[in-house]
């Protein structure tokens, strides 16, 4: 039985104690605390925090807990961190701590009590587009619950590509992974959606995720957390893999792709996205100045658009305002929540999706 004060960050102690004795080394990278130029938010900041409440140094309460959930999980920090240390997983860990000692932040604890709501809307959405649900499908693709609640026109578009990709039939699963729960912290929440999404896609063959949050956090979050154990695989592979079977159509507006977190540094896809976007509008994207690994976030990651708002808007703002300046042009994402962040704030981004369904629409319509 551990002692801590957050016993889930037991087995992080030396990326904790790495993070407090640092000197700040990963401090510009991380976008939370660029925004609010708070030395309580940036990764050492957090990290302090976390362990000091672990070791019992500070008191469990909701005033302390609250760094924790000023992450977006974007990975910048480890890409700076000579250690490579995993923060955005530790701050997940202490999340879960606090969340089952009753000091997460209102807003989790609300995300968690309705995730049973959550999960039914999700469900209508996916019944509407694929209402056949074959169960003799062995191929499985998750369409991500925020593709499907926010962009259902994207989630179509997900579907049609997806089939399109695919040897055999397909259907689509019902249940949300549960990703939300994780970063609410709610552990005992996430271990039921992840063992009802077993059940669900125990029987096949090929699982296909198309929001790379929900397959960065199935392929190496949810394992050691929840033991979820499937393999799954991100659209953007199977499709990369498979380029061939789609056509291009040359688009008006210059896309620029803006790297996703969870896709990028979180599943280290680069070339991949870049390739299909080249491929389905017959041009090559155009960048933002710091891209690839050094990708910034667009702020709609780990709740932080309901923990905290006007932080999440202003590194939205910042990299519209970065797409501006350079050109303008479409602004294309893999990532629902930036696509939702974005477009919120008012930029018309584009999901890389509906670029490469509207190649097969064209192609049919051609007589292809
Ligand atoms: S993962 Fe991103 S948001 Fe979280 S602490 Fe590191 S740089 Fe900041």
């Avoid at 809307?121 to 169960?135: C, H, T």
């Avoid at 369409?143 to 989630?155: I, K, M, N, T, Y």
């Avoid at 929440?189 to 790379?212: C, F």
């Avoid at 962040?341 to 670029?355: I, N």
Wanted: proline share 5%; with cysteine; hydrophobic share 40%.
């Amino acid at each position: 039985m551990s002692e801590r004060s957050l016993p889930l960050l037991e087995p992080h102690d030396d990326a904790l104690q790495k993070c407090v004795y640092c000197p700040k080394l990963s401090r510009a990278a991380c976008p939370v605390s660029n925004v609010e130029g708070n030395e309580t938010v940036t990764p050492w900041g957090k990290m302090s925090m976390a362990y000091f409440a672990s070791r019992g140094d500070v008191p469990i309460d909701a005033m302390h807990a609250e760094s924790a959930w000023a992450c977006s999980g974007c990975y910048g920090c480890r890409e700076r961190c000579d250690h490579k240390n995993e923060v955005a997983g530790v701050l997940y860990d202490a999340r879960a701590d606090y969340f089952s000692k009753g000091v997460a932040p209102e807003v989790s604890r609300k995300v968690a009590s309705s995730f049973a709501q959550h999960q039914e809307r999700f469900e209508r959405g996916v019944d509407a587009i694929d209402p056949a649900g074959l169960k003799a499908a062995r191929t499985v693709v998750l369409l991500g619950c925020s593709f499907v609640r926010r962009h259902p026109d994207e989630a179509k578009a997900i579907w049609r590509v997806a089939q399109h990709a695919a040897d055999g039939e397909v259907r689509a699963a019902r249940r949300c992974c549960g990703l939300p729960l994780l970063h609410a912290g709610d552990r005992d929440g996430l271990a039921a959606a992840t063992r009802a999404l077993a059940d669900e896609i125990a029987d096949a063959e090929l699982v296909v995720a198309a929001d790379s949050g929900c397959a960065k956090a199935l392929k190496h979050d949810f394992p050691e957390r929840t033991g979820f154990t499937a393999e799954v695989v991100p659209l953007i592979d199977l499709v990369y893999a498979r380029l061939d079977r789609f056509p291009s159509q040359p688009t008006k507006a210059a896309p620029r792709y803006h790297d996703a977190c969870q896709l990028g540094r979180g599943l280290g896809r680069y070339e991949e996205p870049r390739a299909v976007l080249a491929k389905v509008t017959g041009r090559v994207p155009e960048e933002f100045q710091r891209r690839r690994d050094a990708g910034e976030c667009s702020g709609g990651g780990g709740l932080l658009p309901l923990t905290r708002p006007a932080t999440s808007e202003a590194m939205a703002d910042a990299r519209i305002a970065e797409h501006r300046r350079l050109g303008g042009g479409s602004l294309v994402t893999t990532c629902a929540e930036s696509l939702h962040r974005f477009r919120t704030r008012g930029e018309d981004a584009v999901g890389l999706w509906s670029l490469v369904a509207a190649t097969l629409d064209e192609d049919q319509g051609d007589g292809g």
